[in-house]
C-alpha cells in the first residue's frame, strides 16, 4: 500500500488518509485529513474569537423571512448592503448593541438553525423574531 509523510505531523500514512488534490503531483495534498480538520477547527475557534467584539446584532425582515446578523458599524449602512442585493423591501425589526458580538450571533444562530433558509435568513413567526432581542445582551466585563 502507498503511503506518504503528512507534512505537519510527520507520521507516514497510507494515501487514503490524505485527500484527494488533483493539483498535487501525486494527487493527494500534503497534509493529512486529520491535520486538516485539526486546523480547520482551529481557524473556526479563531472566527469567533475575533468576533468577540462591541457592535450591533440585528434582526431585519423582508417578504416575511428574517435575517439575523452583525455589524460593527452603523445598522442604517448595513441595511443598506443588504437591500442593494434584494428587490423587496428589507425592514428593521430590532437592533441591540452588545460587548459580545459572536456570543449572541452564535447563540441566535444555534436556536434557530432548524427554520434556516440560506445565509443569515430564517423562516420564523415574526412573535419569535421579536423576541429574540431579550436574548442579547450587554454583558458586563468580566
Ligand atoms: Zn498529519
Redesign the pocket.
Known amino acids: 500500500m502507498k503511503s506518504k509523510v503528512?507534512n505537519?505531523?510527520h507520521?507516514s500514512?497510507p494515501l487514503s488518509e490524505f485527500n484527494r488534490d488533483n493539483h498535487a503531483s501525486d494527487g493527494h495534498r500534503s497534509?493529512?485529513s486529520?491535520?486538516r480538520n485539526k486546523s480547520r477547527r482551529e481557524t473556526e475557534k479563531k472566527k469567533y474569537t475575533y468576533k468577540v467584539f462591541r457592535g450591533m446584532v440585528y434582526c431585519v425582515e423582508c417578504e416575511g423571512f428574517y435575517k439575523i446578523g452583525v455589524t460593527s458599524y452603523g445598522i442604517r449602512k448595513r441595511l443598506q448592503s443588504i437591500q442593494t442585493g434584494n428587490p423587496f423591501e428589507v425592514k428593521i425589526v430590532w437592533v441591540k448593541r452588545t460587548n459580545n458580538v459572536g456570543k449572541y450571533e452564535r447563540m441566535l444562530h444555534q436556536q434557530l438553525k432548524d427554520n434556516h433558509v440560506r445565509g443569515e435568513w430564517y423562516a420564523i413567526p415574526k412573535v419569535l423574531a421579536k423576541e429574540l432581542k431579550n436574548i442579547v445582551r450587554h454583558d458586563e466585563e468580566s
Open positions: 503528512c505537519t505531523c507520521i500514512k497534509r493529512c486529520k491535520c
